[in-house]
């Protein structure tokens, strides 16, 4: 709270607060940027695009996460390869900056005239390049849920007759989420901001919409509102993950039927 | 010729590294007997019992599980678990499923059992066990001895031939283990060919048909539990004996 203090009392009696006033945080401007005019696209309507854009990744994210994940912890020499190309993976798209993945994909596919693969939508383009850097992120923060679930839980249901699969999925996998859910939604707040990078491929996106509008009218309220939209849909997000893990906990201490 | 064994080991060998841990264990277990496991810690007691349920491999020998040499090439070793229970000392309940869940779990997946049936033979278990109520429950909700029965009783839901106990009472409270020792008696009583390894000698004493001290990873006396306790011939198994007797667990 002080450092916010602070930054507000630097921000108001700096000698040009009463430019930035104008050029930032007219409420005019805070306005005709968010819905939008003839010459500028809204804000608003370009965020949804962005919203877009996260959700299709997500569900593609935690797909191919999970499988990479897999894959890097089946034991045995016969699936070594299989092991290394997961490895591979993520050491890859780890080490490598979004915006150059963005370039090489978006870029780099259409010119290769694949038939329709080359000729998707740039925002295509944007979501696999985000689906394929993040589902290096989430294969990690699964790994480490998988790895925090202690052996004998395996040993138990292997025990019992079941199969390495289906201790896998009806043991361990269960545990492993719920241990990092938290984890696994702060990688989603960050997928969430990054989905502004997307615009690099010309999609009119929110980050970009905000572009056009200072670049036509000289006045950057256009990304105060962006930045506030993603503030906005930040914060539901986090309070439901804070839910979800308050329920889990109440279920496993009341025991029964929630 | 004698009834088929329910359980026989022949020669078994099993090094961890360096370390023998089971160095030529033959044993014998007939249909519908207890045999408990005695001896210090680290005498490859738990080590055996793994090694029947194929958590752990075996380095030479065989075990033959009704007939069935289980430790054969090429065996199935998912579907001999099936057939054998195991309780560990830490319980290893599954936490995020309630209590029938856990039960129901391998009877439905590994069994292929239809839910309805699972189920009505989980609450026939858990009502006989004194447990009925609890079946909604989340483990950790359960005391100690309750989630040592439900364990106890997720074995069982399998219908083994044979189970396997592995010091199920050395993790509780002294004022829980009764009641988990009550469950294993009236396995006993009703038939149940059983392999336990314990510490609980008074209970061993009570509950088993034969008594086999181990000791460095061999056998090296068995016999009626009477014998053992009274007469035991081994100068180790005496001294193993005094030592429990002089710390009062006998």
Not at chain 1, 187 to 214: H, M, N, W
Not at chain 2, 18 to 40: M, Q, S
């Amino acid at each position: 709270m002080l450092f916010f203090a602070i930054i507000a009392v630097v921000v108001v009696l700096a000698p040009g607060s009463g430019v930035v006033a104008e050029r930032f945080f007219s409420p005019q401007h805070l306005w005709q940027s968010l819905v939008g005019s003839e010459g500028e696209p809204s804000v608003l309507g370009a965020f949804l695009l962005n919203v877009k854009i996260f959700m299709v990744s997500e569900v593609f994210i935690l797909i191919l996460a999970l499988i990479i994940a897999v894959v890097r912890g089946i034991p045995g020499p016969v699936f070594f390869p299989f092991r290394l190309v997961a490895v591979a993976y993520t050491d890859l798209f780890r080490g490598v900056p979004l915006i150059l993945v963005l370039y090489m994909i978006g870029f780099g596919v259409p010119g290769l005239g694949l038939g329709f693969v080359s000729y998707l939508p740039d925002v295509t383009y944007g979501v696999i390049s985000l689906v394929l850097v993040y589902s290096a992120y989430v294969a990690e923060v699964y790994r480490a849920g998988i790895e925090s679930v202690h052996e004998s839980q395996n040993a138990a249901a292997r025990s019992l007759g079941l199969t390495r699969w289906q201790s896998l999925r009806f043991v361990v996998l269960p545990q492993a989420i719920r241990r990092v859910i938290p984890p696994l939604l702060n990688d989603f707040i960050g997928l969430q901001k990054d989905t502004a990078l997307v615009s690099v491929l010309g999609s009119i996106e929110a980050a970009r919409a905000a572009q056009i509008y200072s670049a036509s009218q000289f006045n950057y309220a256009s990304y105060v509102v962006a930045a506030l939209l993603f503030v906005l849909i930040t914060i539901p997000l986090a309070r439901f993950t804070d839910r979800l893990i308050a329920r889990d906990k109440r279920r496993r201490e009341a025991g029964g039927l929630a | 010729m004698s009834e088929q064994p329910a359980l026989l080991l022949e020669g078994v060998h099993k090094s961890f590294g360096e370390n023998e841990v089971l160095k030529g264990i033959d044993l014998r277990v007939e249909p519908h007997e207890v045999v408990c496991l005695i001896g210090a810690s680290g005498s490859g007691k738990s080590t055996l019992l793994r090694c029947v349920n194929l958590v752990e491999q075996i380095d030479s020998g065989r075990v033959v599980v009704a007939g069935e040499e289980i430790t054969a090439e090429g065996v199935d070793a998912n579907r001999i678990r099936r057939r054998i229970g195991i309780v560990y000392q830490s319980f290893n309940l599954f936490p995020h499923m309630t209590v029938l869940r856990n039960i129901t779990l391998a009877p439905r997946e590994a069994l292929g059992t239809d839910r309805a049936e699972a189920e009505k033979d989980a609450r026939a278990l858990l009502e006989r066990f004194g447990l009925l109520d609890k079946q909604e429950e989340y483990p950790d909700r359960l005391s100690g001895g309750q989630q040592q029965r439900v364990a106890i009783v997720r074995a069982l839901a399998m219908r083994p031939h044979l189970m396997l106990l592995d010091e199920v009472t050395s993790a509780l409270d002294p004022e829980l283990v009764a009641e988990v020792l009550a469950v294993i008696k009236e396995l006993a009583r009703e038939g149940m060919t059983m392999l336990i390894a314990t510490h609980e000698m008074g209970f061993a004493r009570d509950i088993a048909d034969r008594i086999c001290f181990l000791e460095a990873g061999r056998i090296l006396e068995q016999g009626k539990p009477d014998r053992i306790f009274t007469a035991p011939e081994h100068p180790r198994t005496r001294q193993f004996l005094a030592r429990i007797i002089e710390a009062g667990r006998l």
